[in-house]
């Protein structure tokens, strides 16, 4: 004797009386891999984490969850940066919503050569891509680099050197054409004191050490300099940017931060 079976109920698609819509809803901490192309020609696998949401109108009681990893692994395969103006907006036609959200967050590997002896090593940067449908695409690219900054007022009033500290630099950008996290992490960089480095060798760290005695920058002026370079650089067209110095003879970090849109 066969069974009927009844239909199973659409709870997420119930009406909903208390009429507040819902910004983001969805799913979060999603560990996934993910494959680059590098600047150099080649490519680069990683695991990021995910987080992938919905806008909810104030009717809907609420989202389908599940439909977000469907998508996710439809277009993944693997992930790529290409693939990701494709899943938003199959976010949005799978879920029937206004707007679609999609945040990863990764570690990226790049090798890197001690200045003087030219010892390689691998760096790592936080890379982040931010990326939104609402009846227009839109995709932000952020990088955070370790760096070493030297405190200009201690060098001008002490008789033997001045502190000096790490300190993480960080850029988002929009950008039009093609910018690689390469690209982004040479701008950073080059806006502190001087760079860190994986492998250091005694004349490395000599280098080092007076690179940044001869370039001494308070956190203001290393954003201000990170600005002018995004500044000159065409391909960028809106950017936040923001340096935190972890003060090596203070209890507290210093910190600054700019937000401009160059195309007014």
Request: glycine letters at 4%; charged letters at 25%; hydrophobic letters at 35%.
């Amino acid at each position: 004797m066969t069974q009927s079976m009844s239909p199973i109920p659409d709870v997420q698609a119930k009406a909903d009386a208390r009429r507040v819509a819902i910004d983001k809803v969805g799913v979060k901490n999603v560990r996934y891999p993910i494959t680059l192309r590098t600047r150099g020609g080649g490519e680069q696998t990683t695991v990021a984490r995910v987080n992938m949401y919905v806008s909810l109108p104030h009717h809907q009681k609420g989202t389908h969850m599940s439909r977000f990893l469907e998508v996710l692994n439809d277009y993944a395969k693997p992930l790529t940066p290409g693939c990701i103006k494709k899943i938003t907006r199959e976010i949005t036609e799978r879920l029937n919503a206004e707007q679609a959200h999609l945040e990863l967050e990764f570690p990226y590997f790049i090798e890197k050569k001690a200045p003087v002896t030219g010892s390689p090593g691998l760096m790592d940067y936080n890379v982040r891509f931010d990326a939104s449908s609402n009846h227009a695409d839109d995709f932000v690219m952020t990088v955070r680099a370790p760096a070493t900054s030297l405190c200009p007022c201690s060098k001008e009033i002490s008789a033997y050197g001045a502190h000096n500290q790490r300190c993480e630099i960080e850029a988002g950008v929009r950008f039009d054409g093609e910018m690689w996290i390469e690209d982004v992490v040479e701008h950073l960089e080059a806006s502190a004191s001087t760079q860190v480095y994986a492998v250091l060798k005694r004349p490395d760290e000599k280098f080092v050490t007076e690179e940044a005695f001869d370039n001494p920058k308070f956190v203001e002026d290393i954003v201000r300099d990170l600005a002018l370079r995004l500044e000159d650089d065409g391909r960028v067209a809106w950017y936040s940017i923001n340096s935190e110095n972890f003060e090596s003879i203070h209890s507290h970090n210093a910190y600054a931060q700019i937000t401009r849109d160059k195309r007014g």
